[in-house]
């Protein structure tokens, strides 16, 4: 017999636990960067069209396969979907639910700890008076964990290990004692900071506390439409793909939470008010954060730039530094509500995450919850310590991709297959609407038979041969380059530059331009480039070695060109990391497999149904 | 701001703000299932009924 008795407190509690799963920092540091990448205000058009034939689709067959792999007493997707058809290949395929979350988890609470470091920094006031290139060297010191900027060593450290313990604590405390009281807590919390902020960045006037354009200037850019985006299957790409990161749809814990819940209580509504709540968060308050405030104190073409490195480039290296112009009351205020409600975001993400393989160790091997809790706490500790430690060589951003984004939409892709197709609709369609409180369209029979999976197969396809410049005209050119980021491209590690060996007795230039300083950083040689990248703009790169270690090849001002010698020396490249990262998830994800494979075989001695 | 841009903001923040009101005030006033339900902490208020 399962320990595995775990309950919702109460109905709204798990509407709420649901939202948060799904609001991340995606919601304030992803959306609004996708939109301003692909066509502003014409970009939620395909957004929106996603989110009605993909996400709502996806949340109605993860509410209902989690609800019917219940009624067998299961909680985590392996056994979910072995229930819906007696083959074992479902089982297997079922491994995604439970791998997807832990690698995530692994990076996600690093993020997480960011945020709790950042309210810690906000409060004390160490950016004021910071330029904004201090503020943004703070971040890049703070991700050199062997530097600490409060005294404290190993700070980054400490502040996943808090971030890890208090997941652990509060996992251990079960669905409604524990998961649900902070989703009751974190939703509203994050709710009225995002509209404290979207206030403040609405009503920022030109030449007020060192704004230079209003608001609403950010606001007119990022609602500008731009219909011709709409024919670049990039922009539906990238839409389709926000769908997927801001519902956490692909991932397995949607089903463990409405696992527990009793066949005759409604999925319809609940995932409905959810799915909604979240596009709330995204839209509404997502759009009117960062990119008002950021183009009103650093303008268009500054923040259009700094989106080339991403939201959380944006969020962490440059919004403290925003904040500072509000005075020093106001932006302790403003820093502790937006990392608040960044850490309020990814805390009710990142507990959704632990779920699953709790649920699956309950379950299967009967451990009392807070020993699995302990054990996801392990897990996350074990697998998130390269990201922590080697995030400069891209062991996180290799996480991020292969489990954060490639394993969602195969994940999504096969178990709408069975749901649709092998379960079948018939059957399918009774769970969703079984104990409804509202009336789904009957559209949605055909939407979920025939749209949804071949959106999934275009989109998997798309991530696939994505074109190199994002240039699908190529097709009729006959002239197929793989862009960077395809998965193509990543499996032949396209974008990895000359250092292409693990090991090395040379370290290459990987981009070309003008050694313009060389100097010491603590303790470490750094070599500062300056070239001109793809899009004409000035691109600096900087490359740190050990002076102990490496003998630099090039003098200050010399040219290079991309492939000449920077330093001598015996060098591991990023690719061993890189490497090492994808094998660490694929034996991540075999361990699990194992563990299914245990449990399986555990059912059949035992005589208790697999189904 | 210009008219395309803040008929396409307002219209869709009214939309989004709408739906996920509505959906969540069906949550609030909906009628809870008799017990056994789901959820634990109206155990006690069914059993006094």
């Known amino acids: 017999m399962s320990t595995n008795t775990e309950a919702w407190g109460s109905r709204v509690g798990l509407v709420l636990a649901m939202a948060g799963n799904a609001v991340g920092f995606g919601n304030f540091l992803r959306f609004p960067v996708q939109a301003v990448q692909n066509g502003g205000g014409a970009f939620i058009i395909p957004y929106l069209v996603s989110f009605l034939i993909l996400g709502l689709p996806l949340l109605m067959i993860e509410w209902s396969t989690g609800r019917f792999g219940g009624q067998f007493g299961h909680h985590s997707t392996p056994f979910i979907m072995g229930s819906m058809d007696r083959r074992r290949i479902w089982k297997y395929v079922g491994v995604f639910g439970i791998f ?373 005209s190529l097709i009729s050119r006959g002239k197929w380059e793989f862009h960077n980021e395809s998965i193509i491209g990543q499996l032949r590690h396209q974008g990895i530059g000359p250092n292409k060996t693990w090991f090395a007795e040379s370290f290459y230039a990987e981009a070309p331009g003008t050694v313009d300083s060389v100097f010491i950083l603590r303790g470490k040689s750094v070599v500062s480039v300056t070239g001109v990248n793809g899009k004409g703009q000035s691109l600096t790169k900087e490359y740190r070695f050990s002076p102990e270690k490496h003998t630099l090849a090039v003098s200050l001002g010399e040219k290079l060109e991309a492939g000449q010698v920077l330093y001598s020396g015996n060098v591991i490249n990023n690719v061993f990391f890189i490497d090492m990262a994808r094998l660490l998830l694929i034996s991540l994800f075999f361990f699990i497999a194992a563990l299914v494979y245990i449990a399986w075989r555990k059912r059949t001695k035992e005589g208790r149904d697999i189904s | 701001m210009n008219a395309s841009a803040l008929i396409l903001m307002i219209s869709v923040q009214v939309t989004v703000t709408a739906l996920t009101a509505w959906f969540f005030y069906r949550v609030l006033v909906s009628k809870p299932r008799p017990e056994p339900d789901s959820y634990t902490d109206n155990d006690g208020e069914t059993e006094e009924r």
Request: proline share 4%.
């Open chain 1, 100 to 472: 997807s979350n832990i690698a995530i988890a692994s990076y996600y609470c690093y993020i997480e700890s960011w945020t709790i470091s950042y309210i810690y920094h906000s409060l004390l006031g160490t950016f004021n008076g910071l330029s904004q290139h201090e503020v943004a060297g703070f971040f890049s010191n703070y991700l050199d964990v062997t530097t600490s900027t409060t005294g404290i060593p190993y700070e980054a450290l400490l502040f996943f290990l808090i971030c890890l313990a208090l997941n652990t604590w509060i996992l251990s405390r079960g669905l409604s004692g524990g998961v649900e009281k902070v989703a009751k807590i974190g939703v509203p919390m994050l709710i009225v900071f995002g509209i404290f902020l979207a206030y403040r960045g609405i009503t920022l006037k030109a030449g007020t506390q060192g704004a230079v354009h209003d608001g609403t200037v950010g606001l007119n850019f990022l609602w500008t439409p731009d219909y011709s985006s709409l024919a670049n299957p990039k922009v539906w790409l990238a839409a389709a793909g926000q769908i997927f990161f801001t519902l956490s749809v692909g991932m397995g814990s949607i089903q463990c939470y409405a696992s527990y819940l009793k066949k005759r209580d409604d999925i319809a509504l609940n995932a409905m008010s959810a799915g909604w709540m979240n596009e709330f968060v995204e839209i509404v308050l997502g759009s009117a954060v960062i990119i008002p405030i950021s183009i009103g104190y650093l303008g268009i073409d500054r923040v259009v730039e700094l989106t080339g490195i991403g939201g959380l480039g944006l969020g962490f290296r440059t919004m403290p530094f925003l904040f500072e112009q509000w005075g020093p009351i106001l932006s302790a205020l403003a820093g502790v509500s937006f990392f608040g409600l960044l850490f309020f975001a990814g805390i009710t993400s990142s507990l959704a995450m632990g779920t699953p393989g709790m649920g699956f160790l309950m379950d299967e091997f009967n451990w009392p919850r807070p020993r699995a809790a302990m054990a996801f706490g392990a897990v996350i500790l074990i697998l998130g310590l390269p990201t922590i430690f080697f995030f400069n060589q891209g062991v996180f951003d290799e996480y991020d991709y292969w489990a954060g984004t490639v394993s969602l939409v195969v994940f999504a892709l096969l178990e709408t297959i069975l749901f649709s197709w092998v379960f079948g609709l018939k059957k399918g369609w009774r769970e969703i609407t079984e104990g409804a409180d509202v009336k789904i369209p009957l559209a949605y029979r055909f939407i979920i038979k025939f749209i949804t999976p071949v959106v999934l197969i275009l989109v998997f396809t798309g991530s696939l041969i994505r074109p190199a410049n994002d240039d699908w």
